[in-house]
């Protein structure tokens, strides 16, 4: 038997690489018939999980935006009721002030009265 050369070992690599090659691009997928047809629908399928996940981001920000919109309202809500509250407490407490003014103006005509005929009944037993 006869040795292979370095020349023989050369094109038997060659002609192994260039079989590679060809087997490759036998099984590229662009040959195939069905390929396009595969990439179409993925890229419909993709279009759709997009779509999809637009509309879920789209859902939880119209949420979120009613959400802090409720908690706005009920904030609102919340400083009027205090506010009102405030109110209702000095006017409460202006009241009761006039009660008490009015009360000591009361004490002091009695005062006034007992001292007056006091006086008037010192006056007459002189």
């Known amino acids: 038997m006869k040795e292979p050369t370095f020349s023989d070992r050369l094109g038997e690599q060659a002609k192994a690489r260039q079989a590679l090659l060809d087997k490759a691009r036998a099984r590229n997928p662009a040959n195939d018939p069905g390929f396009a047809e595969r990439q179409a629908a993925r890229a419909a399928a993709a279009e759709a999980r997009e779509a999809r996940d637009a509309a879920r981001r789209a859902a939880k920000k119209a949420e979120e935006e009613a959400r802090l919109a409720a908690l706005k309202a009920a904030e609102q ?43 008037e009944r010192q006056k007459r037993k002189r």
Not at 83 to 102: C, G, H, N, T, Y
């Open 77 to 119: 809500a919340r400083l009027a009721a205090l506010k009102a509250e405030e109110e209702a407490r000095l006017l409460a407490a202006v009241e009761e002030e006039e009660r008490q003014a009015a009360r000591l103006a009361e004490q002091k005509a009695t005062r006034d009265a007992r001292y007056a005929a006091r006086k």
